[in-house]
């Protein structure tokens, strides 16, 4: 006999930053040398900054940002890629950007500082890259990945 | 032997509801309709409907340009009682005092969630279009 059937699901949160400051360039991939963890998990990241994923899990994935513009005027953007085909993951697949645009002065905009993967069926790997950077500006260690992963 | 199989996902997991064409804001205290939602979840008049009350935790972002000096201003989540969820997304104004922003986060047990304007600051009769509209969560139970 069984009532009121609800299956308990491990959830591990992972934290991803870096070390130093990186200095990136439009199509770079951010790179990240850290990670901590609540408990067990099936996340795993290299010095390419490729994510490996467990595909038999849900993952909530938010990366927030801390760049330093070359100049006062670049714009940057920042999108998470399938880290095997290197395409660039769109909405439709659970993906979206993180924006933020300079504009003139009688111009005012709203940008969306994080970045996210949310998938209950997820690629086995994705790396986050720099798909707008006027000019070569600075990522600090400010920036982080956090991870929720959902057994 | 079974007694009161749950009859919709239950349990903990991830959702996300998105909005694919651009939308005009222009007042106050307007739902933003999203479009399209993860596998397992439905649009309904605009808000992310899980079928079922679930506990969420939800992360709403709005990007938008201005049509003329807009300032875009406050923007919450609300659920299908009206509860408005706790957070804000107030403006970024790149070029003046206020560099501003953050994306409104909530929690709330509910069936449905959506995207509202807040306040909007500057003239409401000039508009800003919002380019990308979201709502990502994780469910509870």
Request: proline fraction near 1%.
């Amino acid at each position: 006999m069984s009532f009121n059937n609800v299956k308990s699901r491990h959830t591990a949160i992972i934290e991803l930053t870096n070390s130093s400051n990186q200095s990136v360039s439009v199509g770079d991939a951010l790179l990240f040398d850290t990670l901590r963890a609540s408990g067990s998990h099936g996340v795993s990241v290299d010095g390419s900054g490729n994510i490996s994923l467990d595909t038999s899990k849900e993952y909530f994935i938010q990366a927030s940002f801390d760049v330093e513009r070359g100049t006062t005027s670049d714009s940057w953007a920042f999108d998470f890629y399938n880290a095997t085909t290197s395409t660039v993951l769109a909405v439709s697949d659970g993906a979206f950007q993180a924006q933020w645009d300079a504009v003139p002065t009688t111009t005012k905009t709203n940008a969306t500082f994080t970045a996210a993967y949310v998938q209950s069926a997820p690629i086995s790997s994705i790396v986050l890259k720099a798909t707008t950077m006027s000019s070569t500006g600075t990522v600090t260690t400010n920036t982080n990945i956090v991870i929720i992963e959902v057994s | 032997m079974s007694y009161r199989q749950p009859t919709a996902a239950t349990g903990v997991g991830v959702f996300y509801g998105y909005r694919s064409t651009a939308v005009t804001i222009s007042t106050d205290n307007t739902k933003l309709p999203m479009t399209d939602a993860s596998t397992g979840n439905t649009i309904s008049s605009g808000s992310i409907d899980f079928g079922s009350s679930r506990k969420f935790f939800a992360c709403g972002e709005v990007r938008a340009d201005s049509i003329g000096d807009y300032q875009l201003g406050d923007i919450k989540i609300v659920a299908n009682d009206g509860e408005v969820a706790e957070g804000y997304q107030v403006r970024n104004n790149a070029t003046g005092t206020v560099c501003m922003d953050d994306a409104c986060y909530g929690t709330s047990s509910q069936s449905t969630v959506s995207l509202f304007t807040g306040e909007i600051l500057g003239s409401e009769a000039i508009t800003a279009e919002a380019n990308e509209l979201r709502v990502t969560g994780v469910f509870v139970s």
